[in-house]
């Protein structure tokens, strides 16, 4: 599990809360805020 602010490197990454899939580019990429939820937990897809 990671949190908004970590920069677990590029790939795709889970919202814990509702599902939301978002994408990091790059390496130095930090997950976001949940866009949908504000939700602050991802899981790595
Ligand atoms: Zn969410």
């Known amino acids: 599990m990671y949190t908004t602010g970590e ?7 889970k919202c814990l809360k509702c599902g939301k899939i978002v994408t990091l ?3 130095s990429d930090s997950l ?11 899981e790595k897809l």
């Open 7 to 13: 920069k677990p490197g590029k790939g795709k990454y």
């Open 32 to 42: 976001p805020i949940c866009p949908v939820c504000k939700h602050d937990k991802w």
């Open 25 to 27: 580019e790059n390496d």
